[in-house]
């Protein structure tokens, strides 16, 4: 969209969206969902991902990661109101991927709980191009696997706690990283950046020089 009006002579300004930091923020431990809690194993960190149960969003990935990484277990957040895709289910749980469908009511404490959030969606029908569950998990203050997708790269740049791979064995190396501790607890800060008064303000800042 942004090529398309420039090309048809238009100044464009790409300005992300926001995101509460006042709800997502690091919190005192607070019990997750006790299903959720006994599937879970205690010898293995946890590693999040909250979206649509869909091939679309890089599921495929998650599963090859389960089966090559046994030092992190990966726990996938999916909605109950659209069941996911059985295919997908199915290759997840044989890759040994621990699936919820409920509705978390506290998802700052899923968010805490976890040791980083994973973002594997490569396809550009995927997801939306600054994707929220990214942000929310930043505000928490925990460390992220993502791949470089779409607006990421350009708001967020690598490093401090923001890990981007391409392919599964680069993944793991930095999941290995992340276990060192590097880049933990630092996410925040980015996050503060996309408060929604950071990103009102900066909007009403564009309107403002586009008066003068």
Avoid at 56 to 75: F, S, T
Avoid at 103 to 120: E, G, K, M, Q, S
Avoid at 165 to 187: N, Y
Wanted: aromatic residues 10%.
């Amino acid at each position: 969209s942004e090529e398309f009006f420039q090309h048809l002579g238009f100044h464009t300004q790409c300005v992300p969206h926001g995101i509460d930091t006042e709800r997502f923020k690091a919190v005192d431990p607070v019990p997750i969902p006790a299903a959720l809690e006994q599937a879970l194993k205690p010898d293995r960190k946890m590693l999040l991902h909250i979206g649509h149960l869909k091939p679309e969003r890089g599921m495929d990935i998650l599963a090859k990661l389960a089966r090559a990484n046994q030092k992190w277990q990966i726990v996938k957040i999916g909605s109950k109101r659209f069941p996911g895709d059985l295919q997908t289910v199915r290759m997840l749980q044989d890759a040994g991927c621990v699936i919820y469908q409920e509705f978390v009511d506290n998802l700052p404490a899923l968010y805490c709980r976890t040791d980083a959030y994973i973002f594997p969606v490569t396809n550009p029908y995927g997801a939306i191009d600054m994707p929220l569950t990214v942000l929310e998990a930043m505000a928490c203050n925990r460390p992220i696997l993502s791949t470089p997708y779409k607006a990421l790269p350009r708001f967020i740049p690598e490093g401090n706690g923001i890990y981007y791979f391409r392919t599964v064995d680069e993944a793991c190396r930095k999941l290995d990283q992340i276990s060192m501790g590097e880049g933990t607890g630092q996410t925040r800060s980015k996050a503060l950046e996309f408060s929604w008064d950071n990103v009102v303000g900066r909007l009403s800042k564009i309107y403002e020089e586009s008066r003068k």
